[in-house]
């Protein structure tokens, strides 16, 4: 099993800068992707950013230039990196994992294997 854990949610004004963190424990070399999602209240849990074996990344149209997903393998870490943040992304942030078994990578939440429990980030205009 894995488990993931988020870190580094908050509040920020509009303009500022949030890195949120998820650390991967257990299986993790049986990992294949990771990404972040987002859920909004009232809305459906969206993509935010993946990253493909290990350097090849991918982003939602809304957040492209804004936000950047990178992962440390020694530390079996993900981070998202937000600057330049909207009260639009004010969300609860989730990491997301597939299994080895599955190729590729993929915008969709259904075909992710594992799940943190979300952190909440807060932006005000």
């Known amino acids: 099993q894995v488990q993931l854990v988020e870190s580094g949610g908050g509040a920020v004004e509009a303009g500022g800068s949030l890195r949120v963190s998820c650390a991967a424990s257990?299986?993790?070399?049986?990992?294949?992707?990771m990404g972040w999602f987002r859920q909004a209240p009232g809305k459906e849990r969206e993509f935010v950013a993946a990253?493909?074996?290990?350097?090849?990344?991918y982003y939602a149209d809304s957040v492209k230039g804004r936000f950047t997903i990178s992962r440390d393998s020694a530390k079996n870490t993900v981070y998202l990196q937000m600057n330049s943040l909207k009260p639009e992304d004010t969300a609860v942030y989730y990491c997301a994992a597939r299994a080895s078994w599955r190729t590729g990578w993929t915008r969709t939440p259904g075909e992710y294997d594992y799940w943190g429990q979300g952190t909440q980030v807060t932006v005000s205009s």
């Open positions: 990253i493909y074996g290990g350097s090849s990344t």
């Open positions: 257990g299986r993790t070399f049986s990992l294949n992707s």
